[in-house]
């Protein structure tokens, strides 16, 4: 079998290692081989291919040198730094560390944080020594570029010696030039010149390269030179992607409105692409407005049933809107999905839990420490199934077990603190509660719970301080609310 051909068969059938190595035996042959050359640059692209219409994550510099908004105290609803403050109670549905409500699908920018302050967003960051989340900008491109190079032995193209504009002349290699210098080179302005110059070749008639100018000046921070690009490919061909880029370089603009106009003029064209459905539901996410987005993943599902991400933001949404029997049923499809993995069986048995099912809630939690013992998330949702079986002690190890394996689990401190309270520590319950404050401040529990046991050791100003930043934290809680007025009498009767 001719050998071109035979590495064209494995390119089409994803074999692209060995695809690589047939060129490479006929680039030994022949430097000059322009065939050779072009199956090599395709393979080596889609080796390394990402799926970056998903994976636009801000870092830090990204946040605190942001200068794209277009005002600097939006309406509510007209940012995603102001969302929509008719959303779930933080007293039904927990928040993350950016202060959005938990959603049933981590995805990148679901920590995004609700306010613009410099402690948000660096609390929204890992930036510890050893973590695997870069915190710098664009930091996931470059470090998933330095790992397929790495894995190369050799660079295959050095692109600063290329001639971009006699490039541009041959329009089919230029186009997998382009493509390999942004997802495997990832060199964004060498590919912003070859695509400005296959631009200009073109006589300014291409979607394709200005589609590609748009992703370049996106990925270098230039979002309304980004937008322009995006707006002139629509403008000559119609595709679902653009509109989705158009839609990031919304959101990075903060300006969520206009991303969702923009996906509501896609699907009147596209009306059953269900990838412009799950954009608008993850827009409203950030908006807080659950129930609209749950609407949205219902519209998913009636396109494609077998959607992971619409199942699992449907089956969290029923939880915590109390229909614990519909999240079962929809986790369960999960399972029937073949995910099984230690998340599933922890909200499984939630789930069973909430349901009265005791017995089956035991059960999936068992699997999920089977699964992964070193989760302690699993052993925090344990604990609260033990405290509804009357098992005071199983929930006490519990929460330790939670507490060993991660140290800076906030909520089994707060838990724990009540338990050890329970068992007159006082001062051992003191400590988890300071902890829990110490590490997640945006959590009112903690807060209330040491601001209570402040008042009943008469410790009445520390207690005053610690409610009123529960209240901050949440300003509709009832208790808090109470404990406030009768310090404020205990305070007016000195």
């Known amino acids: 079998m001719d050998d071109f051909f035979l590495a064209a068969s494995k390119l089409r059938r994803k074999h692209y290692q060995e695809c690589i190595d047939i060129c490479n035996k006929l680039l030994s042959k022949n430097a000059y081989d ?74 990148p920018g679901s920590a995004r944080p609700t306010s613009g302050s410099i402690e948000a967003t660096i609390r929204t960051q890992t930036g510890k020594p050893g973590t695997s989340r870069p915190v710098t900008s664009a ?198 999905l073949g995910i099984w993995n230690v998340e599933i069986w922890n909200n499984l048995g939630l789930a069973c839990y909430y349901s009265g099912q005791y017995d089956l809630s035991l059960k999936c939690f068992e699997k999920a420490l089977d699964s992964d013992g070193s989760n302690a998330e699993v052993w925090y949702n344990l604990s609260h199934l033990a405290i509804g079986m009357g098992e005071v002690n199983m929930a006490y190890h519990s929460l330790k077990m939670a507490v060993k394996v991660d140290n800076s689990h906030a909520e089994a401190y707060s838990n724990l603190g009540i338990l050890e309270l329970r068992k007159g520590n006082v001062e051992a319950a003191r400590n988890c509660y300071l902890n829990a404050i110490r590490l997640a401040d945006w959590l009112y529990e903690p807060l209330y719970n040491a601001a209570l046991l402040a008042y009943r050791t008469g410790e009445m100003q520390q207690s005053f301080d610690l409610v009123n930043r529960a209240l901050k934290v949440f300003p509709e809680h009832s208790d808090s609310k109470e404990l406030l007025q009768k310090l404020n009498m205990h305070f007016d009767s000195l």
């Open 34 to 107: 322009q065939a050779a050359w072009f199956l090599k640059c395709r393979a080596l692209t889609l080796m390394s291919w990402i799926d970056d219409l998903e994976i636009d994550e801000e870092g830090v510099a990204d946040m605190l040198l942001d200068e794209n908004a277009v005002a600097a105290m939006p309406r509510p609803g007209t940012s995603l730094q102001r969302p929509t403050t008719s959303g779930p109670s933080a007293a039904i549905r927990p928040v993350t560390r950016g202060g959005r409500p938990i959603t049933g699908f981590a995805r």
């Open 139 to 336: 930091g996931r491109f470059l470090r998933l570029g330095t790992a397929s190079m790495l894995g190369q032995g050799d660079q295959f193209i050095v692109a600063d010696k290329l001639d971009m504009k006699r490039m541009a002349q041959k329009p089919a290699i230029a186009k997998a030039l382009c493509d390999y210098l942004i997802y495997c080179d990832n060199n964004p302005k060498k590919a912003l010149e070859l695509c400005s110059e296959g631009t200009v070749q073109s006589n300014y008639q291409d979607w394709w390269w200005k589609a590609r100018l748009g992703k370049c000046y996106f990925q270098l921070g230039l979002f309304r030179d980004a937008q322009k690009q995006f707006e002139s490919s629509i403008k000559m061909q119609d595709m679902v992607p653009t509109h989705l880029e158009l839609g990031k370089v919304y959101l990075r603009l903060d300006q969520p409105n206009y991303a969702q106009t923009q996906y509501t003029k896609a699907l009147e064209i596209h009306s059953e692409d269900e990838h412009l459905t799950l954009a608008q539901a993850r827009v409203n996410e950030l908006m807080n407005d659950s129930e609209k987005a749950a609407n949205m993943y219902k519209g998913v599902l009636r396109v494609n049933p077998s959607n992971i991400e619409a199942i699992a933001s449907l089956a969290s949404f029923n939880f915590y809107t109390d229909h614990p029997e519909v999240a079962l049923r929809f986790y369960r499809r999960l399972l029937q």
